[in-house]
């Protein structure tokens, strides 16, 4: 008798073990979101149909961010935070010539974004002088990425409003929770592009950049990284003619010198350097002249920049890129 309902039950215990194990093979594994890929860009370095879906006015800034569930079942992302560190003001931003490399990755999405969301830091904090440390933002977010779905989003700020101070750049950490309680951070600190154009540098810092480039430039090109530069630029030009110009123009030949980079171009090292000292100048101009039309206009910073107008004829003569038309 014993025997028998030992045997029952260990009937009952396997039937309901081996159910068990029957749903549990139905039931798909849990989602799983990975970070596929973050980055900060401003509105001009996205693609035409991308600056299409963005709101008017553009916006600063995008963080776009991608998504993947290698998991079996849907994920419901509902909130991002993004914390902001090394913040940067008041720092010259005018372009410099430097280092041109022909190993440049273009970027490429075939991934349209399927929601745009605004996310505005300067209302949390970034941008108020008393504000010190990192600034954490907070956006809830309605997004579901389905199992093996890949989900891009934008993510815009907004130009700052009147009484922010804006950044030059920052650093930002950015982090999603999904379904509840499970949270994800992208594993690389993401660097914002330059954001807008503040102070002047003065004829010390640029005479010490333009220096050190120009020594740069003075190497010559690998054969392997000359043929490979030249192979880029070539290939988008259809006819030869258009290539031996533009071999003439940059003076490329094997042993040539390295070039640098002016206004996102390779361009000849003084060419370089002369273009950047004419903006410099007429950048300082620009702001004497906004100082002129002051109700003081001979401050000690007027001045100062005058005595560095001053000095850039000079400094034109010590990198050999000597203007011979001086300007007023």
Known sequence: MQEAIIGGLGTVIGALIGAWAAVRARTPPRANVKFVDATLSVPDNLEPAERAILPEPLPQIVLDIKLLNSGGQPAFVHALELTISDV??????LE?????????????????PTAVYEVDPYAQGLGRSEQSGDVVVSKPLSQEVKPGALERVFLVVPQPSLGRHAPVSFEARVKITYNATRTIEFGKMLRAPLLRHPRWKTVDEVRRHLQHQLVWSEESWSPEAYEHFTGVLEGSLPGEQERLCLRRELGLEPGSRRLLEWAGLPTEPRKAVRRYLDSYEQRLRDLADVYSKT??????EAARLHETIAMI??????????DATPRP
């Open 295 to 300: 109700d003081n206009p001979s401050t000690e």
């Open 88 to 93: 940067t003001y008041n720092e010259d931003t």
């Open 96 to 112: 410099m010539p430097k280092p041109w490399s022909p190993f440049r990755t273009i970027r490429t999405s075939l991934q349209e």
């Open 313 to 322: 004829p000079r400094l034109r003569g010590e990198l050999g890129v000597h």
